[in-house]
């Protein structure tokens, strides 16, 4: 829950309110998206060549500052100076609202679709957008931005049409380039226009300072979030209860509800009155911490504190308790809303019907759309269709038909939303018969099947092994008059590689990115992996290298499963050669991949190769896993190259700490039966003395105990003593009887005497040992 300060859809009119708290809707939704991208600068790599008292609020905890520009010290010469006119434009802030015939405009179309085809722009396209950029008022240069779906793609648009000569961005396109930022997680690039405000001489509000925070908390990057208070501070900015709301959001979303409160009391004092929305993210907050009570307890202290709750915030408890089936006290709180004269209405229903379907609570949420319909309120077939699909989620087919029977009766026709639930539903229960059936008589009923309807039939044919099926339904497509996409090629390819006919499933995918529609990288490793397994390593490379010519994102886990199976196979110079491909694709191998031809270039006793790409490795700057310890501390001591590795291992340990290195190349040299080297080393274990040291120092005494030397065993028992760990009694009393053997009562005694000092054996005991 959130503030009526970002618009959640890029389509359609688009209202950029003013930043006063009157014009907060507390029934908007902040929407998350899943973007979890960094910005780039310009469409180069597209394709393009192209007051003290207010101290209190803004620190939080967060001390440190973020790196900042001199023009957000307050230090440009503008006119427009943020400090001057900071009280100005909480009061007086520009407003912009982009018209559904502004998206359609000749200029916003045809730039569009020049950026669509970024990938095979050249010099003479660059042109006509410079020459159309020019042509552009600040309303459709907004409305160019709010059409992308892609916002990686809108930044980089805003960034080279802000280079171009003779052209300057207009403080609204600012602010709409902030909002669409404020959505996704691309909090760097939101900054960066935030400075570029500032060094324009254009004058930033609050609001704009919120959209960073919120992408900044999508990121999941609280301390930067708050420090743009900070920056607000800096710039002269007053805090107002906009900005108090979004640090508060920011809070409760980073689950750190504790510090939302006492921020909450740091914006009364300052004389910023908390409204509606502000007790709401905090009613939120205590319901993602299961402190329903605590929320409820608020709501009722809501109305003392001057501010009456509103739906919004029962709805956030009901929530709660549909997610955890506590219908009865979901009750309590439709009687409590009601007795505040806010009675349940449809919306109210229809609420907790969706809900609870969510959250496959069907029963529940078919009890619920009973009682609304005694009362009088019509549901429509949105509520239907999320009983049915719960019901067929739940694999309660027979429950589901009846519901769909239901809505006959009583005139409410169920869409195509509500026949793909059941067929998805006949799908996933294996019955595809039925699925078939309920294909074929919505055609009957006047309701035309669109592509999820029938992804979701080929999904339960590819299931059944019908994947040949699938695919002839999908070149008939046409006929049938709907249009496969990416997930409807993901399917059928899917069901070809689970019936192993790994050949039809490559045809799949080349005939998916002739329509347009790319794989995966996990999709693409998929299909690799499942070649490599029945040996068919060099169609597998030969299929990853089709994909990457073709523009599909192939990445650097995909050359490592071809670079294992090779190397799996002791085709170690394909793997190299494979590596060097990686290179010369631009994509750069991770310690994995460097891991995996080390491992097996000393498999092969190459070990001046594997030593030489290791340092290779180190220089480019990749940090060694605990795998590529375990890797080249094996390989070097199973050849006894103790000085080398420990010559190696310090330059690995300069990049990456390592704190148990030593204690693998101690045990490694004992398993390799060369106790005298790996004793050398035990000094560097023992300076920490922890039970993985004392484990160690076992393996090392062992070793000694094989190879008949007892006096050395006797000699890492008494470093143990002397570092203040306790060697194992049993393995000391064996190393005992070696000395023993050896005539060695001294030194066997002195031993057994230092387990007695120390309280771990009786006197007697060690008489009775002595007397043996």
């Known amino acids: 829950m959130f503030l009526s300060l970002f618009s959640s859809t890029n389509h359609g009119p688009h209202s950029y309110l003013d930043s006063d708290s009157s014009t907060t809707n507390s029934t908007s939704h902040l929407v998350e998206t899943e973007n979890s991208y960094d910005a780039n600068d310009g469409f180069g790599k597209m394709g393009f060549h192209f007051s003290n008292a207010h101290c209190q609020v803004y620190s939080d905890g967060f001390s440190d500052e973020v790196e900042e520009s001199d023009e957000e010290r307050g230090q440009g010469n503008s006119s427009f100076n943020d400090r001057n006119q900071g009280t100005k434009m909480d009061q007086d802030w520009r407003r912009i609202e982009i018209h559904e015939d502004e998206f359609r405009h000749p200029l916003v179309r045809e730039i569009c679709r020049l950026i669509e085809c970024r ?3 050249n010099h003479k396209h660059e042109g006509k957008m410079r020459h159309l950029l020019r042509g552009l008022k600040p309303r459709l240069v907004c409305a160019v931005l709010l059409s992308q779906s892609d916002e990686r793609v809108a930044l980089d648009f805003f960034y080279w049409s802000d280079r171009q ?12 380039m902030l909002d669409v930022l404020s959505k996704t997680k691309l909090c760097q690039g939101a900054r960066r226009v935030l400075r570029l405000m500032a060094r324009r001489g254009i004058q930033r509000g609050p609001r704009d300072f919120c959209c960073v925070m919120v992408s900044y908390s999508r990121a999941g990057k609280l301390r930067n979030a708050m420090q743009v208070l900070t920056m607000m501070q800096k710039a002269g900015i007053e805090p ?10 920011v809070l409760v979303m980073a689950n750190r509800l504790e510090k939302a409160l006492k921020f909450l009391e740091r914006m009364q004092l300052l004389g910023i009155m908390p409204n509606v929305v502000t007790y709401n993210c905090l009613i939120k907050g205590y319901c993602d911490l299961h402190r329903v009570e605590d929320a ?9 504190k001057g501010c009456s709750p509103d739906k919004v915030s029962y709805y956030t408890v009901m929530g709660f308790l549909c997610k955890n089936r506590r219908i ?6 439709i009687e409590k809303m009601e007795d505040t004269k806010l009675l349940a209405d449809q919306v109210t229903y229809n609420t907790l019907i969706h809900m609870l379907s969510k959250h496959q609570h069907a029963d529940e949420a078919l009890q619920f ?16 269709s999320a009983i049915v699909d719960s019901y067929c989620k739940e694999g309660r087919m027979d429950q589901a038909k009846e519901i769909v029977n239901e809505m006959f009766t009583r005139g409410c026709i169920p869409d195509v939303v509500t026949y793909t639930a059941i067929i998805n539903g006949f799908s996933q229960a294996g019955e595809v018969g039925q699925a078939r059936k309920m294909l074929q008589q919505m055609y009957k009923h006047g309701c035309k099947p669109n592509t999820v309807s029938y992804t979701a039939f080929l999904k339960g044919l590819c299931q059944k092994g019908n994947s040949s099926e699938a695919r002839e339904m999908m070149k008939a497509s046409e006929e049938q008059w709907w249009t496969p996409n990416a997930i409807t090629y993901s399917v059928v390819m899917h069901g070809f590689r689970r019936e192993g006919k790994l050949s039809d499933a490559c045809d799949v995918v080349r005939e998916m990115i002739g329509k347009g529609f790319f794989p995966t990288p996990v999709e693409i490793n998929l299909l690799i992996q499942s070649l490599c397994r029945i040996g068919r390593v060099d169609e597998a490379k030969k299929f990853m290298e089709e994909c990457l010519n073709m523009g599909c994102a192939v990445n650097a886990v995909n050359f490592t499963t071809v670079i294992h199976r090779f190397c799996q196979q002791d085709d170690i110079e394909a793997a190299l050669s494979l590596l060097d491909d990686m290179y010369l694709s631009n994509k750069h191998p991770d310690a994995v991949t460097y891991t995996t031809i080390i491992d097996a270039l000393g498999k092969k006793g190459r070990i001046e190769e594997a030593t030489e790409l290791t340092l290779k490795m180190l ?16 390989r070097y001591g199973q050849m006894g190259r103790a000085e080398d590795l420990l010559n190696l291992l310090d330059k690995m340990l300069t990049r990456q700490e390592c704190r148990t290195a030593f204690n693998q190349v101690i045990e490694k040299l004992c398993t390799f039966g060369n106790p005298e080297a790996a004793d050398k080393l035990l000094g560097k274990v023992l300076r920490t003395a922890s039970r993985i040291d004392a484990n160690t120092c076992h393996v090392l005494m062992e070793s000694y105990l094989r190879k008949g030397i007892p006096l050395s065993a006797y000699k ?8 203040g760990l306790i060697p194992d009694l049993k393995l000391c009393e064996k190393v005992c009887k070696k000395l023993m053997q050896e005539g060695k009562s001294e030194e066997a005694d002195n031993l057994l005497l230092r387990f007695v000092e120390r309280g771990n054996i009786s006197s007697h005991c060690l008489q009775h040992s002595q007397t043996e």
């Open 240 to 249: 107002n209860l906009l900005v108090c709301n979004t640090a508060i959001h």
């Open 619 to 634: 220089k480019k700057g990749i940090d060694p896993t605990p795998v590529t310890y375990r890797t080249v501390i094996h």
């Open 296 to 304: 409820m307890e608020l709501i009722s202290e809501m109305p003392l």
């Open 119 to 121: 990938s095979a722009w």
């Open 369 to 384: 759309l009973r009682e609304a319909q005694k009362r009088g309120f019509q549901v429509d077939k949105v509520g239907y």
């Open 165 to 176: 000569w003779r052209y300057r961005h207009d403080p609204i396109v600012y602010s709409v």
């Open 328 to 333: 009865r006290e979901v009750r309590d709180v």
């Open 716 to 723: 890492v028992a008494c470093r143990m003593f002397s570092r």
